[in-house]
């Protein structure tokens, strides 16, 4: 057993910040209980001045893309792809995505994520980068059309089949990239394979304005038809990533238990798509979590920044001071993502929940006059990840004080960086 004694937690259905001793267990949360119950023993001391919060999870993501950071910048987003992203994405191969994704896992890390979501190629190396770190992923095969759509769903089911569950790790997901890159027939026919094997669905869905306008039924079909048809509608869980162009008419569609919405803030921002209408989908209900989207087009995984954004813009471009509280944004960043990538139990700091959190030094000059009250805006308006001194997962602390124990950080840098090389 580990403890974590007299730590100041909060999480996202928390009143206030309250003082406690927190024990893990064969990683998951085995008690939260007043601090000063656990006198004696071996513990991580927070003396009242550490905050214990649940770990990020990054609700939409392509890891591997930090091979390709600052490559394509300031461009909109189908130049970005066509132009930059798409022809040095043919060149990679496993071990490039191994390199890129370790890579964003010590960003991750150090960032306070404990889980991501990620829809890539050669997933099976980003399941193995992730196992070999210890860090939790909800996993999908992006899948485009043309003459291979049908055998890149197959693969997306054989690392279903590979990976699902892997050591409490891993959840699969099918991930048919987008309705503007995948056929309609194809979408129908990824729908069938999610609900025949019980999987749920991560796509990107109207991220950009003019986007609906490439989609092969787009003219004879809205987006809302569109997902009913394709027979989407009843997957375990659809997690739809971005919906900057929600139509705000159609949002009560999506308040649905199996919808959730992955808001990329920073992502969104960087390549011009817009701000999606997230304070009229929490009037809507629907299921907001929080995403960094891929290292080029943020350039940062950092879901600190990502949480502080999203409650920054729904303020300002609403002109509502009161809209996205500090608790609504840390229950973006963290809770509301779990789900939508099979990680029940995950997000909350509660006896039984997973042992994913992070411990933030409440010594730093920028919470001076925090108290347990204030303490939820002090940490998402002044704090910054840099404030993480340690990020557990399934117990196990993965990051402590600029170390990732059990992982050679240097060599990892060393080889990206010449693994991005090979591709630019
Ligand atoms: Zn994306």
Known sequence: MNIYRDVVVWDAESEAARRCDVCTENGKISAVKPAGTYAYGAAYEGRGRTALIPGFINAHGHAAMTLLRGFGEDLPLM??????????????????????????????????????????????????????????????????GGDDGAAKLAENLKLARDYNGARGLINVQLGPHAPYTVPFDLMKDIAAAAKENDLSVQLHWLETKGEWDMVETGKTMGPEEYLEKAGFLDVKHLLLAHCVWMDREKMSFYAKPNITVAHNPKSNLKLGSGVAPVAAMNEAHINVALG???????????????????????????????LLSARYALRMATKNGAEALGFSDTGLIREGWAADFMLIDLDMPHYAGWDLENLPGYLVYAGSSADIMTTVVAGSPLYHMGEFPGLDAERIIAEAAEARKKLI
Do not use: H
Request: proline share 2%; charged share 25%; with cysteine.
């Open 292 to 322: 960094t989207d891929g290292a080029s087009s943020n350039n940062r995984l950092d879901m600190w920044d990502e949480m502080r954004y999203a409650a920054l813009l729904q303020k300002g471009v609403n002109m509502d001071p009161s």
């Open 79 to 144: 130049d970005w792809l066509r132009k930059r992203i798409w022809p040095a994405e043919a060149k990679l191969d496993g071990e490039l995505v191994y390199k890129g994704t370790m890579l964003s896992i010590l960003e991750m890390l150090s960032t306070g994520t404990t889980c991501f979501a990620d829809m890539y190629f050669f997933m099976d190396s980003v399941a193995e980068a992730a196992l070999a770190a210890g860090i939790k992923a909800g996993l999908s095969r992006g899948i485009v």
